[in-house]
C-alpha cells in the first residue's frame, strides 16, 4: 500500500519534502473531547490500551481533526514490563504503577522472556487495524519505551523525582543492572519488529528518563542497550525504509553519541536550540522538535511566532520533523493545535522550494 502523504518518511531519510511534516507526541490524548468520550466508554486507561478497535479509534482522531502529516500507535510505553507479570496500574492524578517491583537481583532473574506477537497481541491487533484505516493517508509510527526508562519504573514502582532506588540499583548491582537492561533490549527490540510486521512505518524510542544520568552512566546505562535496539532492527519493509528515532529527554548533551547509533533521527526536547543541533548533527540524521509544550497555552500569534521562530532556526532544506519537545498536557485548547499545524504547514513551504 503507497502512501498518499510521505514527507514524514521522507523528512526522516533528509529526502526533499513540499512542507515540513508535523505530528505530536501524545497527539491522541485527553486535550481532546472526543477521546475523553471514548476512554469513558472504556473503562479505564488499559482498558481502552487493551481494546484494538477502540485504540484505533483514538489513534485516528487527532488526523480527524488536524492535517498530521503521521498517526502514532496508541498505546503504554510501560506493556513490557506489564507483560513480564509486574501488574501496570494507573491511578487518577498519579500516573501509572506496578503493584510488584525489582528490589534485588534475584527478582531481575526470575524476570521471564516475552513473546511480543504472543504477549502483547492486543498491541499488534492495534497496529494492523489504525494501518488498514489508514488506507495510505498517512504513516503509522509505532514506538516502546528504552531499557533504561522501563528499568526505572520496574525498580522504582512508579514514577520519580529523583529515582534514587533505580540509580541505586544499577551502582551497587550493576551485573543484575546490566542484565535487566540486556533483558529489556531483547524484548524492545522483539516488540518493535512486532509492530513494524504489523504494519508500522517507522519507530520512536522514548528514553524519557536518560537525561537524569550523568554522562558516564547515560552512556552505559541508556545509550548502550538503545544502540542495540537499533542495530537489531528491520530495516526495510515493503520495499521501504523503517526509520528509528531516539528520543532523549534532557538529551542536549549527548546529541553526537546519540547521532552515532545508527538512528535515522533524533528528537529533541525544547531546551534545545535546534539551529546548534543541525550545526553539530544534521549531516548524520534528521531532527524531530521541539516547540515547548507550554507554548500551546499562549495566544495564537504567540504559537505562530513560535514556529516561525523554530523553523528559522532549522534553516531550509529537508530533515526536519516538527514535534513538541515533549507530550501535547491535557489542558491545552484544540483550537490551539490547529494553528500550531496550520503554521507550520505555511511557514515551512519557503524553506523547501
Excluded at 174 to 201: F, M, S, W
Excluded at 245 to 267: M, N, P, Y
Aim: glycine fraction near 10%; charged fraction near 20%.
Amino acid at each position: 500500500m503507497t502512501v498518499a502523504n510521505d514527507r514524514f518518511l521522507r523528512a526522516l531519510e533528509r529526502k526533499p519534502v513540499d512542507v515540513t511534516p508535523v505530528w505530536m507526541m501524545r497527539q491522541a490524548g485527553r486535550y481532546l473531547p472526543e477521546y475523553r468520550a471514548v476512554r469513558k466508554r472504556a473503562g479505564d486507561f488499559m482498558s481502552l490500551c487493551r481494546n484494538p478497535q477502540l485504540a484505533c479509534e483514538v489513534a485516528l482522531q487527532p488526523l480527524e481533526r488536524y492535517a498530521f502529516d503521521a498517526a502514532i500507535l496508541f498505546s503504554d510505553i510501560l506493556t513490557i514490563p506489564d507483560a513480564m507479570g509486574l501488574g501496570l496500574h494507573f491511578t487518577e492524578g498519579e500516573g501509572p504503577g506496578f503493584r510488584k517491583t525489582i528490589r534485588s537481583p534475584a527478582d531481575v532473574e526470575a524476570l521471564p522472556a516475552i513473546d511480543a506477537r504472543d504477549d502483547l497481541g492486543y498491541v499488534m491487533d492495534a497496529v494492523s487495524l489504525i494501518r488498514r484505516e489508514l488506507n495510505g493517508r498517512a504513516p503509522l509510527i509505532g514506538f516502546s519505551g528504552s531499557p533504561w526508562t522501563l528499568a526505572t519504573y520496574m525498580i522504582e514502582g512508579s514514577g520519580s523525582k529523583d529515582f534514587r532506588r533505580a540509580k541505586q540499583f544499577m551502582y551497587d548491582h550493576p551485573e543484575a543492572g546490566h542484565l535487566l537492561l540486556g533483558k529489556l533490549a531483547d524484548a524492545v527490540t522483539d516488540y518493535l519488529n512486532a509492530q513494524i510486521r504489523a504494519g508500522a512505518q517507522a519507530v520512536q524510542i522514548f528514553d524519557t528518563w536518560g537525561g537524569i544520568l550523568s554522562t558516564s552512566a547515560y552512556l552505559e546505562f541508556s545509550l548502550a542497550y538503545m544502540r542495540r535496539i537499533v542495530d537489531g532492527l528491520i530495516g526495510e519493509r515493503q520495499g521501504r525504509t523503517v526509520p528509528c528515532i531516539l528520543f532523549t529527554k534532557q538529551g542536549g548533551l549527548w546529541l553526537e553519541e546519540i547521532a552515532a547509533s545508527g538512528c535515522h533521527c533524533v528528537g529533541l526536547d525544547w531546551t534545545v536550540d535546534i539551529g546548534h543541533a543541525r550545526s553539530r548533527i544534521g549531516h548524520k540524521t534528521a531532527l524531530q522538535g521541539n516547540m515547548d509544550p507550554s507554548v500551546l497555552y499562549a495566544a495564537p500569534e504567540v504559537i505562530r511566532r513560535e514556529v516561525a521562530a523554530i523553523l528559522r532556526s532549522y534553516g531550509s532544506g529537508p530533515g526536519h520533523v516538527f514535534n513538541l519537545g515533549h507530550g501535547i498536557t491535557p489542558g491545552v485548547d484544540p483550537e490551539h493545535v490547529a494553528v500550531f499545524v496550520d503554521a507550520v504547514h505555511e511557514y515551512s513551504a519557503a524553506g523547501h522550494r
